[in-house]
C-alpha cells in the first residue's frame, strides 16, 4: 500500500516533469498552437504583459536590441515599431518559422538567429539592451547570464518579463492562479535570478507593474559603465 508521503514525492516528481514534456512540446512542435495557449492562460493579457518591458529598456531609437527566446515574435513588432535595431534568438526551429511568417506580414526580415543564450554568436559590447519575456530556465543558467553581460555595452541592461499574476477576483482568474500555485509555477524566480545576475556582475532589482486586471514581475539588470 503506498503511504500519503510516498504519493506526495510521487506528485512532486511527477508535475515537473509533466510541466517540462508540456513546455517542450508547446515550444516546438506544438509552437503554433503558443498564441493560444498564452492567451487562455492570461486571459487575454499576454502581449499586455510582454510590452511592461518596453519602459524599462533605457534604449533610444536606432539602438541595437537583443531578445531571447523572441517565440512567436510578437514583442519583436513591438520592439521594431519603436525604431530598435532588432536581433532575436531562439533555440526553437519551429518557434523561428512561425516568427519569420508573422513579421514577414509585416514585410519585415529581421535577424531571427537559431542558437543557445549560453553561446550567443554576437560580438562583445554590441547590444544597448537584451530582454527576455516568460523565459525557460536558461535564463538563470550563469553560463546564459554571462554571455549576455559580455554582450552588453556598458551601462547596458537586461530587462526580464518573469510572469504574470491575474489579479482579478473572477471566477477565470482565481481557477488559473490555483492551477498556477498547484502545478508549481508561482516559484521563487526572483530571488533565485537576482543572486545569479549579482554573480554575473550585474546590478539586479526586482520590480512589479500593475495592470487592471493583473500584476506583472520584471527583473532589471545593468551592467556597470565601468567593468573591471
Given at each position: 500500500m503506498v503511504s500519503a508521503s510516498q504519493k506526495n514525492r510521487l506528485a512532486a516528481r511527477t508535475?515537473?516533469?509533466?510541466?517540462?514534456?508540456g513546455f517542450?512540446?508547446?515550444?516546438?512542435?506544438?509552437?503554433?498552437?503558443?498564441?493560444?495557449?498564452?492567451?487562455?492562460v492570461s486571459l487575454g493579457q499576454w502581449g499586455d504583459w510582454q510590452r511592461t518591458a518596453l519602459p524599462h529598456l533605457n534604449a533610444q531609437p536606432g539602438d541595437s536590441v537583443l531578445e531571447l527566446a523572441h517565440g512567436t515574435g510578437r514583442l519583436a513588432i513591438d520592439l521594431r515599431r519603436a525604431g530598435y535595431r532588432l536581433a532575436a534568438l531562439?533555440?526553437?526551429?519551429?518557434?523561428?518559422?512561425?516568427?519569420?511568417?508573422?513579421?514577414?506580414?509585416?514585410?519585415?526580415?529581421?535577424?531571427l538567429v537559431q542558437?543557445?543564450?549560453?553561446?550567443?554568436?554576437?560580438?562583445a559590447g554590441y547590444f544597448a539592451t537584451a530582454?527576455?519575456?516568460?523565459?525557460?530556465?536558461f535564463i538563470a543558467d550563469p553560463l546564459s547570464l554571462g554571455?549576455?553581460?559580455?554582450?552588453?555595452?556598458?551601462?547596458?541592461?537586461?530587462?526580464?518579463?518573469?510572469?504574470?499574476?491575474?489579479?482579478?477576483r473572477d471566477p477565470a482568474a482565481r481557477s488559473l492562479?490555483?492551477?498556477y500555485r498547484v502545478t508549481g509555477q508561482r516559484g521563487p524566480w526572483p530571488v533565485v535570478l537576482e543572486a545569479r545576475l549579482t554573480a554575473a556582475g550585474f546590478a539586479a532589482r526586482t520590480l512589479s507593474e500593475s495592470l487592471p486586471r493583473s500584476a506583472v514581475i520584471l527583473c532589471v539588470a545593468e551592467k556597470p559603465r565601468s567593468v573591471p
Open positions: 508535475w515537473p516533469a509533466l510541466l517540462r514534456l517542450r512540446l508547446l515550444y516546438n512542435e506544438l509552437a503554433f498552437t503558443y498564441d493560444a495557449v498564452s492567451a487562455v531562439d533555440l526553437s526551429r519551429a518557434m523561428g518559422r512561425v516568427a519569420r511568417r508573422r513579421l514577414g506580414l509585416w514585410g519585415w526580415r529581421p535577424s542558437a543557445r543564450a549560453q553561446a550567443l554568436p554576437f560580438p530582454v527576455s519575456t516568460f523565459p525557460t530556465e554571455e549576455v553581460f559580455r554582450v552588453l555595452a556598458p551601462g547596458g541592461r537586461l530587462v526580464i518579463v518573469l510572469g504574470g499574476l491575474l489579479t482579478g492562479e490555483l492551477a
